[in-house]
């Protein structure tokens, strides 16, 4: 980590182990929800899916906070059903929505539908009930470079990127992945209050090495729209 140039701004939290960085992570959102519920009615929460965030999940859930107004969605979701093992959905509901936290409103990405297409608009009507811009977004990072489900090999990508747009969720279907996928849209997701990239491993950290070496090409790794002044960066070995 030591020779990572990071961007002026980007404040980096690196730990030796993953539950005390999970840890971190899980304090300082918590802060900035209570934070917020302090002077607003309800508070938004963007949550990755992959296998990085359960601890941060466990940790999080067990936070003392006015959870019955904190609004939770998925950052994107692999278009299978909630009891398969691929779901982010039930990984948030199994390690999240437990505890304090099962008094929070959980808005799911996972819509009836054969397809992510087919459920757009049924999912854009789910997402009316939340409150945006996003108070708090974490990402992951796939080694591709993916975040959320914005992949560098999904024909769909130029459209999820656009500023612009008023789509507030995109149909995915990356050529990389056996299932496709919704995802919140770029506009969506830089326009969050407070954004954290939560990474966990020495090959995550190459992908970020990758990605800063050339900023501005963001369809070769969509993770570069967010590495900028402002975020905070949570990794571990
Ligand atoms: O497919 C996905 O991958 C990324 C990274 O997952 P991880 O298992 O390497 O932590 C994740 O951020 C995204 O939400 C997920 O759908």
Known sequence: MSDLTLPDGVIAHLGSSAEPVAQSLADEVANVLSERLSSA????????????????????SDKN??????????????????????????????????????????????????????ALSEVEKVLDGLWFPLDVLILGMG??????????????????????GSARVAAMTPISQPQQRITLTFPVLAAAGYTALHLRGDDKLETLARALAHPNQIEAMPVRGFLKPGLRLFWSP
């Open 41 to 60: 009615p309800r508070a938004s929460l963007a949550v990755s899916g992959g296998s990085t965030p359960v601890p941060f999940f466990r940790a999080l």
């Open 65 to 118: 906070l006015d959870w019955c107004r904190v609004d939770i969605v998925l950052v994107d979701e692999r278009w299978v059903d909630e009891n398969d093992p691929a779901s982010n959905t039930r990984l948030v509901k199994d390690n999240l929505l437990q505890g304090p936290c099962a008094q929070a409103r959980f808005f799911s990405l996972k819509q009836p539908g054969e397809s992510p297409a087919a």
């Open 143 to 164: 080694t591709d470079g993916h975040t959320a489900s914005l992949f560098p090999d999904a024909p769909e990508l130029p459209e999820a990127l656009a500023l612009g």
